[in-house]
Every structure is written in C-alpha cells, then in structure tokens.
C-alpha cells in the first residue's frame, strides 16, 4: 500500500551551515600557518647548517661536514634498490666518520642536530636501521676510541653518584635515577652553552645522557 506521508527534507539553518563552513575555514588556515611556519623553522635551520661549511675547522663545520658523510653512506641516487636488496649502506664510511668524530672531539648530539636540520632525518634512527647489531658495537668503538680493534676499547661504565635526571637525545628528561643507579658504559660527551658536561650511554639501542656532575665512571 503506497504511503500518503509527505517526505521530510531536513535542511541546516543557513546560520548553523555558516558557523561550519567558518570552522572548517579556520581549521585548514590554522594547519597551513602551523605548515607554513613549520617549513619556514626547518629552512631557516638548513640554512645554517649549511652556512656551517664556510668554516670547516670549527666544531660546527665539522658536525655539518659528518653529517654529509653519513647521508652519503646510507643513502642514495640508487634508493629503491638500496632498499629492496638491503645493500647500500657504506659501512665503512660510517665507521671512519665515527673514528674522524673522535679524533676532533664533535659529540654525536651536534652531528645529529646537524643531519636533522640537513635532511629532516634523525641520525641514531637511520643507523639503527642499516646496522647489524654487531656493526652498531663497532661504530659504538670507533667513536667512542678512534679504532675498530680486534678487541674491544675498554669503556669505562657510568654510576650516578647522586640523584640525577636522564635526558633523551633531544636532551629533555625522561626519567629521575636515585644515586648508585648503573647506566652502562660512557659513548658520548659534550659541552653546553653554560659550560656543564654531558655524558651519554646507549639504553635499549637509545642514546640518554646525564649530567657528569652527578657521574662517577668505573
């Protein structure tokens, strides 16, 4: 039996479809200033990175030239088949960058500043993914003593001596380790701005740092 009802169109209030299509505005002009702004910080910091090869002799020159070098070692024009046949990472180019890092004293948190600000690309992610485990040990040697050696540098390990907190590799903290807490072995050092040392040590394949007043090495 055919239905005498007559058919209901819902409509939006015309006030209300504004109100959406405002919001809606808003929302896509926030994203595109949020992108905007966001391309304009990473340009402005590949711009000085780059600036950084007109003085290759300072730290920052240094940073920025090893960074270079690892790119060149893990990727390349060739990508696609560096991929699929697992294949294309220099690794020996990797281990000298880390062996030159030592001998000039350049902390891998500068060179990992300086590959991000680069390529937008996190360093210890990017090696992590190309090395074996036993190749990680070995640039883990090469930077932390200058030599791959048939055996192991000795590293010394670190203990806080006092309460301390444990910063992240984008040095914000991530955890509060009462004294006598074992780190592990000493990989990395460098100076702040306000002169306090850092001192950093692998955690789950993750460099974390700590401030060497709060230290004892063993």
Not at 3 to 15: D, T
Not at 113 to 130: C, G, H, I, M, V
Not at 167 to 185: D, H
């Amino acid at each position: 039996m055919a239905s005498n009802l007559p058919a209901v169109n819902v409509q939006m209030p015309e006030s209300a479809m504004n109100k959406a299509m405002n919001v809606v505005f808003l929302a896509g002009a926030a994203g595109g200033t949020y992108l905007l702004v966001k391309k304009l910080v990473n340009d402005a910091q590949r711009n000085n990175a780059l600036k950084d090869y007109a003085n290759p002799s300072s730290t920052d020159g240094k940073a920025t030239q090893y960074a270079t070098q690892f790119y060149n070692a893990m990727y390349s024009t060739w990508e696609w088949f560096n991929s699929a046949f697992g294949d294309g990472t220099n690794e020996a180019l990797v281990f000298q960058t880390a062996g030159d890092m030592h001998r000039h004293k350049v902390s891998l948190h500068t060179v990992a500043q300086k590959y991000r600000a680069l390529y937008s690309l996190d360093l210890l992610t990017d090696l992590q993914r190309e090395l074996s485990s036993d190749e990680m040990q070995q640039f883990n040697r090469m930077y932390s003593s200058g030599s791959l050696g048939a055996t192991p540098a000795v590293q010394k390990r670190m203990v806080t001596a006092t309460p301390a907190f444990v910063l992240n590799e984008k040095l914000q903290r991530i955890a509060f380790v009462r004294a006598n807490t074992a780190l592990g072995p000493m990989v990395d050092n460098f100076i702040l701005p306000d002169n306090r040392i850092l001192l950093g040590f692998m955690y789950h394949s993750a460099l974390r740092y700590v401030d060497s007043a709060a230290v004892k090495l063993i």
